[in-house]
């Protein structure tokens, strides 16, 4: 399995980014789906997830109102707008997938496929 995060990089406070997350040679539909991020000293937490369908979906509380999680299983792709960033959401952020369909675990041991990371900096 090959997930393939794109779209990270350097924004001001306030600034918007979108992170894509791509899987080749396999299907992600009976997947859920989610985006993780780590900062420096901190552990891996759950930012936002979606279900199989796209339907349903959920946020952490620090980003609610700002991120916005969508899927195109057609084209087997993942996608993250982040709007209104602040610093405090610099990180390497993971897409990653769960095999199991189940909606869904916050704990990054339950996900099976991941992204390599792309770096989120946001400037103050």
């Known amino acids: 399995v090959q997930l393939q995060a794109s779209g990270g990089g350097l924004v001001k406070t306030g600034g918007s980014l979108g992170l894509s997350c791509a899987a080749s040679r396999r299907t992600l539909i009976d997947s859920t789906m989610a985006w993780f991020r780590q900062a420096p000293g901190k552990e891996r937490e759950i930012v936002t997830v979606v279900n199989w369908s796209g339907a349903s979906t959920d946020y952490v509380e620090s980003v609610k109102g700002r991120f916005t999680i969508s899927r195109d299983n057609a084209r087997n792709t993942l996608d993250l707008q982040m709007n209104s960033l602040k610093p405090e959401d610099s990180a390497v952020y993971y897409c990653?997938?769960?095999?199991?369909?189940?909606?869904?675990?916050?704990?990054?041991?339950?996900?099976?496929?991941w992204g390599q990371g792309t770096q989120v900096t946001v400037s103050s």
């Open positions: 990653a997938e769960d095999e199991s369909g189940a909606f869904y675990y916050s704990e990054p041991n339950h996900y099976e496929y």
